[in-house]
């Protein structure tokens, strides 16, 4: 069956989600759950997929109007994913071995009417891993598999992909770029504990994708979130769908995906909450490597601590349920809301 042009699924896909935009009667506010009752801010930093766009887990709670919130999101992944170190020269082959730092800066701003729009740009830099040591000591000592890390010297930086024995990315060593922007708007509605909202967001192709940054394609996705908060437990759920546009690395063919999240907060003081939540994404590439043409799967932790009304941060650990996912991610996240 044909697919239909990026661009014809573009216009539908924004067509509908518009008509769903539509200004209802419950305005969107804050309350007294709005710090704690939000999943981490965890997205899958496996290095193919974080070249497509992807949402980052959200609350359906909305700034109110002319508030805004200024955020920055730091993350370490440790990823080693080897494909095949075969010598043929017809082969596919993927060469991941290396540590990923990413710092994410975001703005909000509230709209009014249950309305938020946002900005963000990623920074990303590769390193060697200094924790490969660490992690591999951890994986022996719980009987996690740990065979290419047993076989592997630490503390290297490789980054390659080959298709058809052609290396269509890198080798990539140590280094520094900016990612893909990404602007986003999102509707929420609030029904006393309970809260429902639509998002979208439209990602440019600003990161230079021979540094994997970007896809140095436009990305769309859709989402739908439901939360739900008492006095001391809360629970989200957030549903994505995401149509991607062809990246120009060759050979590589992205094919559109869906996410789904659900995680569960618990306030344990007037500062302090507990996060845990559990994050399925579906195949987003055609390929005839096996970790990457299958789904992914992974599981956060944290703690959420508000300082003041005017700085909140989040702690978190991410590890991977599948293949097509870091081994290891650490993650802290600094907010500063506007007034």
Not at 79 to 87: L, T
Request: charged share 20%.
């Amino acid at each position: 069956m044909k697919r239909r042009p990026f661009q014809s699924r573009l216009v539908f896909a924004a067509a509908v989600f518009v008509f769903l935009m539509a200004p209802g009667q419950v305005r969107a506010g804050e309350d007294d759950a709005s710090w704690w009752a939000r999943p981490l801010s965890s997205r899958n930093e496996f290095p193919i997929l974080r070249l497509f766009f992807g949402f980052e887990p959200e609350s359906a709670r909305s700034l109110t109007r002319g508030r805004t919130s200024l955020s920055f999101d730091f993350s370490l992944s440790n990823i080693i994913k080897i494909s095949s170190e075969s010598p043929d020269p017809g082969a596919d082959r993927v060469v991941l071995d290396y540590e990923w730092w990413r710092v994410l800066a975001e703005f909000e701003v509230g709209l009014g009417g249950g309305f938020q729009a946002g900005l963000s740009l990623p920074v990303f830099y590769r390193s060697g891993g200094f924790l490969d040591s660490i992690i591999s000591g951890f994986h022996e000592t719980f009987g996690i598999p740990n065979s290419v890390r047993r076989s592997t010297p630490n503390d290297l930086c490789r980054y390659e992909l080959s298709i058809d024995g052609v290396r269509v990315l890198g080798p990539l060593r140590r280094g520094m770029a900016v990612g893909d922007a990404v602007l986003s708007i999102k509707k929420t509605w609030r029904f006393g504990g309970t809260g429902f909202g639509l998002r979208a967001a439209l990602k440019a192709p600003t990161g230079p994708w021979r540094e994997a940054a970007g896809s140095g394609a436009w990305d769309l996705g859709l989402g739908l979130v439901l939360d739900g908060a008492g006095r001391a437990l809360g629970y989200t759920l957030n549903a994505g769908y995401y149509v991607l546009g062809q990246p120009l690395i060759p050979g590589l063919l992205a094919r559109d995906y869906f996410s789904l999240m659900a995680g569960l907060q618990a306030r344990l003081s007037r500062r302090l909450a507990l996060n845990v939540q559990g994050e399925y994404l579906s195949r987003f590439v055609d390929s005839r490597i096996p970790i990457l043409d299958q789904r992914a799967a992974q599981l956060a932790f944290g703690l959420r601590w508000r300082a003041s009304d005017r700085f909140q941060a989040e702690f978190r650990l991410t590890e991977d349920l599948a293949s097509t996912s870091p081994d290891f991610t650490l993650g802290l996240r600094l907010e500063f809301p506007g007034r």
